[in-house]
């Protein structure tokens, strides 16, 4: 739960600005804080059940840990300096003092073999998020110590923790960086991950004539990689979607407020905004994206290498 006030970075958005989280980006914690734009994920399936199931695993904890657990039942938040959380619980140790207590549920198996190493290592951005909740403790003294306890298919599975020096200074200076470019006005440029899409596509307006031209700039080589690619991926559309939409999100960042991209080797791209109105299904806004590569566009690459000149289309 982030920071109602907007002071703080909490401990969930803490992974964005370290580029771990599958969430958040910098650009969207900018867009959020500066803004007050709701970037949070529609609720699904599993996150409902994750939020039902949270005080069962809490007690089993409580249980199998046979230690003390309040659980933050009123989700409040503590700070301390510029960094936040609201926790889970708290964990008491007669030997240990209070600690942070986080609950994970995984629901099949695949994501716990791919995401958590098959009981190895929790996820980086839940890393990140148990440190912060470390380091904010009561709000004025840290935690020594913090559990993540993970739900998988009605087995119980604890990673223990310290703090990392390191890693707290580290998120001292990443907050206070991204505090001084909000108050400067300094908004970062979107990442081009996928999950940025919708947030792009709400505030993406281009406008049809001004032109972002890069074909003499070395950004433009690569973009222009990215086009053959979103067309390869558009030709082979069943196999490429999750190529076509990272391409496409790359491209919306790289084009900021422009409806149009001239690349190398005569390849361009054409941006746009569709309004969808809602009768049968729900009122949308989709991004649209049109590109032209050129038949012979991947010759030129070696005709510029015998003839050392640059070769555009005219």
């Not at 995984?106 to 009981?119: A, N």
């Not at 990140?128 to 599975?157: K, S, T």
């Not at 390191?166 to 990443?174: C, G, N, Q, R, S």
């Amino acid at each position: 739960m982030p920071d109602p006030n907007r002071k703080t970075v909490s401990a969930t958005e803490m992974g964005g600005l370290f580029h771990v989280s599958p969430y958040v980006t910098r650009w969207m914690l900018y867009r959020q804080f500066a803004d007050g734009l709701d970037i949070s994920s529609p609720e699904d399936g599993r996150m409902k059940w994750g939020k039902i199931m949270q005080p069962l695993v809490l007690q089993e904890a409580a249980d199998e840990l046979r230690l003390e657990v309040k659980p933050n039942d009123q989700d409040h938040y503590v700070s301390r300096g510029l960094i936040g959380c609201t926790r889970d619980a708290e964990i008491i140790c007669p030997d240990r003092g209070p600690g942070a207590l986080e609950t994970k549920c995984v629901f099949d198996y695949r994501v716990w073999m791919e995401s958590w190493l098959g009981g190895k290592a929790p996820p980086r951005q839940h890393e990140v998020q148990l440190q912060v909740q470390m380091y904010v403790g009561d709000g004025e003294r840290p935690f020594d110590w913090g559990i993540i306890a993970a739900w998988l298919a009605g087995e119980m599975h604890y990673f223990e923790r310290k703090p990392i020096p390191e890693l707290w200074a580290a998120m001292e200076v990443e907050a206070a960086n991204f505090f001084i470019d909000l108050n400067a006005g300094n908004e970062p440029d979107p990442f081009g991950a996928a999950i940025e899409v919708p947030l792009i596509t709400k505030h993406f307006t281009p406008e049809p004539e001004k032109i972002l031209d890069l074909e003499a700039d070395e950004s433009g080589e690569e973009l222009a990689t990215l086009v053959k690619e979103f067309e390869q991926a558009k030709a082979a559309a069943s196999a490429g979607n999750k190529l076509a939409s990272k391409a496409k999100a790359k491209l919306m960042a790289a084009a900021k407020d422009a409806g149009q991209i001239k690349l190398p080797h005569g390849i361009t791209v054409k941006l746009g905004r569709q309004d969808r109105k809602g009768f049968e299904v729900k009122p949308s806004t989709s991004a649209t994206i049109k590109t032209h590569v050129p038949e012979f566009a991947d010759a030129w690459d070696e005709l510029e290498k015998l003839t050392g000149a640059k070769t555009n289309e005219q």
